[in-house]
Nanobody, 114 residues
Framework: VQLVESGGGLVQAGGSLRLSCAAS????????VNWYRQAPGKQRELVAA???????NYADSVKGRFTISRGNAKNTVYLQMNSLKPEDTAVYYC?????????WGQGTQVTVSS
């Protein structure tokens, strides 16, 4: 099982990025997929989640700015991030669970400059 995040980078405040989580060895379409982030010196926090049925949930800090979605044909989940703020700076990880085991990607760095 492998989860690979991509799409991070450096962006100015107010800008946008789209993160991707591509999976192999696990079908994301039938599982809940989560995006977490971890800023330096802080605990990892849940940012967004999408269930197998398509229901979504967001942290209060990103509601209205971030959108989690599934790719139409690929085993991929996206996180569209708009109106980025410096406080969104963190390493972003995707996560899913299979057979009671949590799987994580290696993370992608998002840096938002003021």
């Amino acid at each position: 099982v492998q989860l690979v995040e991509s799409g991070g980078g450096l962006v100015q405040a107010g800008g946008s990025l789209r993160l991707s989580c591509a999976a192999s060895g696990i079908s994301l379409s039938i599982r809940t997929v989560n995006w977490y982030r971890q800023a330096p010196g802080k605990q990892r926090e849940l940012v967004a989640a999408i269930t197998s049925g398509g229901s979504t949930n967001y942290a209060d800090s990103v509601k209205g700015r971030f959108t989690i979605s599934r790719g139409n044909a690929k085993n991929t989940v996206y996180l569209q991030m708009n109106s980025l703020k410096p406080e969104d700076t963190a390493v972003y990880y995707c996560n899913s669970r299979m057979l009671a085991t949590d799987y994580w990607g290696q993370g992608t760095q998002v840096t938002v400059s003021s």
